[in-house]
């Protein structure tokens, strides 16, 4: 085993959302060197578009039901990378497959001496993509050592079905300004893509809500004006995120179908409302019962006439609402800053030993 210094480079495969950088920001505060690879900001291969259709035609031709993805950058860029960089753990946000082979990346980390970690963080979005859910988990997911998973749900799934070492690790978020109650002109905030289950949901509250987020516009036919009067047509992170948050009375967190089909409701939304000091509303799920106190740091609904009933009643009790929101703030700080994250993954990592 090669010894060099601790330094983790994280390679972040959805840098679309700041998870990855956050992750990064929190292990440098702990001390632990850390340098954020962002994949979506590389040069593609030459002539990427052209290879990449090709590359997916032969692949049909070959095996119709298979699931098949050229990946976008070049190997021996990320070979570089890691004789430069020298670290002493890798772990992947997302995923790689999209990027790198995953034969090739574990070949690398093999050829250098360094673990493979994986947080998964998105392998619910893939569960209506069959093939390429089957070619994550047979190609990808085999290739790490230990694999964090953002759900008790995916954790199982890999531990008990794939054999995997897998390990919850819920989602975190970095520490924000509380906001001021008096700024709240917002009555209930939702901000996510378009989903049908979300807008049949949305439809129940469209006198109240306002949505941002994207894709929603191409969905039109299945909204409502009136509820199409309360979107705009955007994705919102960073600072305008937070600006809305402040602004808001209440935050609802709706699932998206695939998530909410497995069961599952844990996402990043709930952890960045409630380090904003923010009211979360969130549909119920079995697993978010063991991170936090129901009615009491959080509300839940079972269904959408629930939803309607609590998002009325906490619009009509401002303490109720406030003091809800408080204990979950509190309650997010004592547990679920990326801080708290970073302490489980050093652990699980064999950081500092």
């Excluded at 960089?85 to 497959?97: K, T």
């Excluded at 988990?137 to 531990?159: A, G, H, K, W």
């Excluded at 004592?334 to 993954?345: D, E, F, I």
């Amino acid at each position: 085993m090669i010894t060099r210094p601790e330094k983790i480079l994280i390679l972040d495969g959805i840098s679309g959302v700041p998870l990855g950088r956050d992750l990064c920001d929190a292990f440098s505060a702990a001390g632990i060197a850390t340098v954020h690879f962002d994949c979506l900001k590389q040069p593609q291969r030459p002539l990427y578009d052209i290879r990449s259709a090709y590359a997916k035609f032969e692949n049909k031709r070959r095996d119709h039901d298979g699931f098949y993805h050229f990946p976008k950058l070049v190997e021996k860029t990320l070979e570089e990378l890691l004789i430069q960089e020298q670290p002493s753990h890798l772990l992947v946000v997302g995923f790689a497959y999209k990027f790198y082979r995953p034969a090739t990346l574990k070949k690398l980390a093999r050829k250098f001496k360094i673990p493979l970690f994986l947080y998964d963080t998105d392998s619910c979005n893939l569960y209506s993509k069959r093939r390429e859910f089957v070619f994550f988990v047979e190609n990808e997911l085999p290739i790490y050592d230990r694999i964090f998973s953002f759900s008790q749900v995916t954790t199982d799934f890999f531990r008990e079905t794939r054999q995997l070492d897998a390990i919850h690790l819920p989602f975190g978020a970095p520490h924000t300004d509380l906001p001021s109650a008096n700024e709240q002109t917002i009555d209930a905030l939702f901000v996510g893509s378009c989903d049908f289950r979300r807008i049949l949901l949305l439809e129940k509250l469209k006198a109240h809500v306002s949505v941002y987020g994207a894709r929603w516009q191409r969905n039109s036919p299945l909204i409502s004006k009136q509820l199409r009067d309360r979107i705009v047509d955007q994705p919102v992170w960073g600072d305008d995120l937070q600006r809305l948050f402040s602004r808001s009375k209440i935050v609802l967190n709706i699932t998206r179908t695939d998530f909410f089909g497995a069961e599952t409701g844990i996402n990043l939304r709930l952890f960045e409302a409630l380090a904003a000091g923010c009211f979360l509303l969130t549909d119920y799920c079995e697993e978010i019962e063991d991170l936090f106190e129901l009615g009491k740091e959080i509300e839940v609904f079972r269904s959408s006439g629930e939803l309607v009933d609590k998002v009325r009643y906490y619009l009509e009790h401002d303490d109720a609402r406030q003091a809800i929101a408080k204990r979950g703030h509190e309650k997010f700080l004592k547990s679920h800053t990326w801080l708290s994250r970073v302490g489980q993954l050093s652990s699980q990592m064999n950081l500092g030993n």
